[in-house]
């Protein structure tokens, strides 16, 4: 007969019940653990989104204190003219670089006195025309590094995003940017060359050949936007983002409807149907802003400062009259416009 050693204890393991509870608890609190770890995440791009938006805000400010003026939206040879056949057109990206500790990258592409298109002809142009920036990306967004986005309509095909080639047909992506400098209140036909009968005229800071200072923002600088947001795709709207130094217009300078839209992708102004729509619409997804953010969009105001802004902002664009003179009748017109002497307090 065996006897139990005094002092020994009978080992008792889990039932197969205990072990799924234990199971069960263990996956409710993974389960409450993803969403916070994704929101902490997302709260860390945003934050270095806003990092980004505050770095281009300070740049463009040392920019003004060279030059005495912002830097422009874009640059064309051809002011005022829709039907220039030009091919390359600097935007307002590359006149900050050294700003941006890029100075390397500004002497490589030689701006200002190498043409745009020459640089997509060389080897060490090329090179640096698709050399991705961290500072002109926001970490939300999930386009490439290299910009590729094409229309899905067939009336303005390529016009964005596309620092392309004499024809047109041989596309060159270069780096994508989520930052976009202001250029007017329009929603349809921004940013225009000059005032016309068909367009309203550059209300904001970035526009053709601008050279906005501070002295113009007669609103204020803590009430008028220098630049914000546009993503790749945010729900299912692609909107293709924006490129960093520049575009091509030759495509969308041989017709009077599209060639005031060329600025598309470095200046802009208000969407078609505001911050983050909802609808599809492939005429005006890539002329607006939005972002990957829940809820709306960063902005950097003139006078350095970065704002989040609602995507239910009242968004109204404003329509001229015959004598081009503005009616800014929305909150983010309002912002947009410089000197339309409507000051917008909180918003």
């Known amino acids: 007969m065996l006897h139990k050693l005094p002092g020994t204890r009978r080992t008792r393991g889990f039932t197969l019940i205990e072990l799924l509870v234990v199971i069960a608890i263990i996956a409710i609190l993974i389960a409450l653990l993803l969403p916070a770890v994704q929101q902490a995440r997302e709260a860390a791009r945003r ?11 300070l740049a463009i400010h040392n920019y003004h204190d060279v030059f005495s003026v912002f830097p422009p939206g874009y640059i064309t040879r051809f002011p005022n003219t829709i039907v220039s056949g030009e091919v390359g057109l600097y935007g307002w990206g590359a006149f ?8 390397n990258l500004y002497n490589a592409l030689n701006v200002g006195n190498v043409r745009l298109e020459q640089n997509l002809a060389t080897a060490n142009g090329l090179l ?8 002109f990306r926001c970490p939300t967004d999930i386009g490439p590094a290299l910009n590729n986005f094409k229309s899905t309509l067939a009336a303005a095909p390529n016009w964005y995003n596309r620092n392309a080639s004499s024809t047109g047909t041989d596309e060159i992506p270069i780096a994508t940017s989520n930052y976009v400098m202001v250029a007017g209140t329009g929603s349809s036909t921004t940013p225009p060359a000059t005032p016309t009968t068909t367009t309203t005229p550059p209300t904001g800071v ?14 204020g600088t803590s009430n008028t936007l220098l630049a914000g947001e546009r993503a790749w795709k945010y729900g299912q709207v692609m909107a293709g983002a924006a490129t960093v130094v520049g575009f091509s217009a030759s495509v969308n300078l041989q017709d009077t409807n599209n060639g005031v839209k060329t600025a598309g992708l470095n200046a802009i102004g208000i969407g078609y149907d505001g911050i983050n729509w909802a609808a599809t619409n492939a005429a005006h997804q890539p002329r607006g802003f939005n972002s990957g ?10 006078d350095g ?25 929305s909150t983010f017109a309002r912002l947009i416009a410089r000197n339309d002497g409507q000051v917008i307090g909180e918003f």
């Open 128 to 135: 640096a025309l698709q050399t991705p920036l961290p500072a």
């Open 47 to 57: 934050t270095q989104c806003k990092n980004n938006l505050k770095q281009i805000g």
């Open 293 to 302: 953010h829940v809820g709306g969009a960063q902005f950097v105001m003139c």
């Open 96 to 103: 900050i670089l050294p700003q941006i500790e890029q100075t």
């Open 305 to 329: 400062s970065v704002r989040f802004i609602s995507e239910n902002i009242d968004y109204r664009s404003t329509s001229p009259n015959v004598d081009m003179t503005l009616h800014v009748t």
């Open 206 to 219: 970035g526009f053709q050949n601008s050279r906005i200072s501070f002295r113009d923002i007669t609103d």
